[in-house]
T-cell receptor, first 112, second 111 residues
Framework: EAGVTQSPTHLIKTRGQQATLRCSPI?????VYWYQQALGLGLQFLLW???????NRGNFPPRFSGRQFPNYSSELNVNALELEDSALYLC???????????FGNGTRLTVT | DAKTTQPTSMDCAEGRAANLPCNHS???????VYWYRQIHSQGPQYIIH???NNETNEMASLIITEDRKSSTLILPHATLRDTAVYYC????????????FGAGTRLTVKP
């Protein structure tokens, strides 16, 4: 089966711009999770989508937002980019809220 | 969620068993123990999880102490490709959105 796919692999933006990151879950998975992994830090939970609805969000400002489409793919939007937003953004999917997470290889966002 | 404590780093000889410990002394009765690993430049990979009983799959074995305050992940025959950061996570009620990844253990398998 195809794994979780994320695009783009790398993204370079300037401070103040907006970034859009995309994620396609494993076929049949309805839950999508977003995590941020800054250099030298652990994974920080960002957002959880299930059946098209935002179910939970981590301790991030409102300029981090997203959505889940009817085909369960998801988008993460980061507005008003700041230098400290530079990180690896990981998307994961699961069959349901209790099944193990399957991660993509991430989008590396660099803000200059 | 219960906090976990793992050694920062460990080495293992290729072909030998790698035993990665994790302390979770404040674990609650409905919290599961999960293990994931992250190989450099890749997303984390699910390895195994358990509640009370020991578990085994094609990748590893999970040994949970009777009091559930600690666990050990065992890679029976470590290879160079097992070099990665290993995360031990406790999460209540199989609730993925409460998973908290700590710093993990950096395992280096040496030839």
């Amino acid at each position: 089966e195809a794994g979780v796919t994320q695009s783009p692999t790398h993204l370079i933006k300037t401070r103040g711009q907006q970034a859009t990151l995309r994620c396609s879950p494993i076929s049949g998975h309805t839950s999508v999770y977003w995590y941020q992994q800054a250099l030298g830090l652990g994974l920080q939970f960002l957002l959880w989508y299930d059946e098209g609805e935002e179910r939970n969000r981590g301790n991030f400002p409102p300029r981090f937002s997203g959505r889940q489409f009817p085909n369960y793919s998801s988008e993460l939007n980061v507005n008003a980019l700041e230098l400290e937003d530079s990180a690896l953004y990981l998307c994961a999917s699961s069959l349901d809220r209790g099944s193990p997470l399957h991660f993509g290889n991430g989008t590396r966002l660099t803000v200059t | 969620d219960a906090k976990t404590t793992q050694p920062t780093s460990m080495d293992c000889a290729e072909g030998r068993a790698a035993n990665l410990p994790c302390n979770h002394s404040t674990i609650s009765g409905n919290e599961y123990v999960y293990w994931y690993r992250q190989i450099h430049s890749q997303g984390p990979q699910y390895i195994i999880h358990g509640l009370k009983n020991n578990e085994t799959n094609e990748m590893a074995s999970l040994i949970i102490t009777e009091d559930r305050k600690s666990s050990t992940l065992i890679l029976p025959h470590a290879t160079l490709r097992d070099t990665a950061v290993y995360y031990c996570i406790v999460s209540r009620s199989l609730n993925n959105n409460d998973m908290r990844f700590g710093a993990g253990t950096r395992l280096t398998v040496k030839p």
